[in-house]
């Protein structure tokens, strides 16, 4: 109430009767502030977490905490009638009377801003109990209002805390169990396959999901809904079941993937093959070339034999496993094969590309006229033979062609000076 009121609260008891535009002020502000009450209470009652949790078979801290929301909700209604008769006495006594007396006018502000609101048992404190029962306390509206605030705010928080755990926790909980039944028909169509994994999973997301149904609460860690453990229930599964998908897949397309890896296999010992005959051709043809030593070969074709046998036995998991280990090896070989072959190879090349270069400046010198320039003659027969000895000093090479490449600079320099 705005202080048209004339007192209301405190010292009520004590104040002069309100004027009658004072009284008829302040009833509709109050039935107006009862109606949004009232209104909110509603709203309250029909929140879907609250019809969550009256259906729920709680336990745990949701209960506990529910619990105590309840004993407050029941308070607060309890306190919102003792504050509605109240309000609809003194409403029924101003209708009375067109022109209230002094008398009723004293009453109407003792109803209005005076201790008139008897308070619930509920929350009577218990040195104000006596052996039978507890003695009455009554207070205003005004501080009805505020009680009833205090249990509004503390219910609706509660409402609120479980219905955002809900949230929070349900989706996932259903995508996981979704994901739980589709890996389990996976499963059940290889037969003969069991998996004792997500047998465990199952177990685990069962009682995850009796907790998450019945006690939401007891997973929020700082005000959120800690999903992580159904997050690792979930990617177990999700890894489960790629695993029985491609287990599925082997199975009906055996003969085709057995040719694929077939030829994967073939094309890494192919490439093996060449890159050690390169590496041989290197070692032969340059000087310390820095090869490094080959690994130990892969034994690919012994893991492709055993695959036949796997399938014959319908073990369909170490196929899978056998399967996708033998193509990760094969693709390493091949990738290491290609690597091995281009360092032997990029050694022969750059001997390749000095001999190219070499007979290039050559060429250069004869159309400059120095064909027949003793130093220049001197400086191509050093670094031809170095190129064409085997095994060759790439090094030493490389070191000639460009002495060779100087020389022929200076000496065109020294030309165009002359002339």
């Not at 705005?2 to 008891?13: K, L, N, R, T, Y």
């Not at 535009?21 to 009862?34: C, N, P, Y």
């Not at 073990?315 to 056998?322: F, M």
Request: aromatic share 4%; net charge negative.
């Amino acid at each position: 109430m705005d202080e048209s009121g004339a007192g209301a609260g405190a010292g009520a008891g004590a104040a002069a009767p309100m004027s009658r535009e004072g009284v008829d002020h302040a009833l509709r502000s109050l039935r107006e502030e009862k109606d949004r009450i009232s209104a909110a209470l509603l709203d309250l009652d029909g929140h879907h977490g609250n019809r969550l949790l009256e259906g729920a078979r709680l336990t745990g801290e949701t209960w506990r905490r529910w619990d105590q929301a309840q004993d407050r909700l029941a308070m607060l209604w309890r306190t919102f009638d003792a504050y509605q008769r109240v309000l609809d006495a003194a409403g029924s006594l101003r209708d009375r009377q067109s022109r209230p007396d002094h008398a009723v006018l004293a009453e109407l502000t003792r109803l209005l801003t005076g201790p008139a609101v008897e308070v619930p048992d509920g929350r009577v404190p218990l040195e104000r109990r006596t052996l039978l029962g507890p003695q009455e306390r009554r207070i205003t509206l005004d501080e009805a209002v505020v009680m009833m605030s205090d249990a509004y705010a503390f219910v609706a928080g509660e409402i609120a805390a479980a219905d955002a755990a809900w949230t929070a926790l349900l989706v996932p909980l259903e995508a996981a169990e979704e994901s739980w039944r589709d890996t389990a028909r996976l499963a059940h169509a290889l037969e003969g396959t069991r998996h004792p994994e997500l047998d465990r999973l199952g177990r685990e997301l069962t009682a995850l999901g009796q907790v998450v149904r019945t006690d939401p609460l007891s997973l929020v860690r700082d005000g959120r809904a800690d999903t992580g453990r159904l997050d690792r229930v979930r990617s177990a599964l999700s890894g489960l079941r790629d695993e029985l998908t491609e287990m599925t897949a082997l199975r009906s397309e055996y003969p085709a993937r057995m040719a694929q890896i077939t030829g994967a296999v073939e094309e890494a010992e192919t490439a093996a093959r060449r890159a050690l005959e390169a590496r041989e051709t290197a070692l032969l043809k340059i000087a310390s070339p820095g090869l490094p030593e080959p690994p130990p070969r892969a034994e690919l074709r012994d893991r492709l034999d055993v695959l036949d046998g796997l399938r014959e036995a319908e073990r369909w998991a170490d196929l899978a496993r056998r399967v996708a280990e033998l193509e990760r090896m094969a693709a390493a070989e091949l990738e290491r094969a290609r690597a091995d072959l281009r360092l032997s190879t990029g050694l022969l090349d750059r001997r390749g590309e000095l001999r190219g270069r070499l007979e290039a400046y050559r060429a250069k010198a004869a159309r400059l006229g120095m064909a027949e320039d003793e130093r220049l003659t001197i400086l191509y027969g050093q670094a031809r033979e170095l190129l064409w000895t085997a095994p060759c000093d790439l090094r030493r090479s490389t070191a000639a062609v460009a002495e060779y490449q100087r020389a022929i600079k200076a000496c065109e320099s020294g030309t165009g000076t002359r002339r």
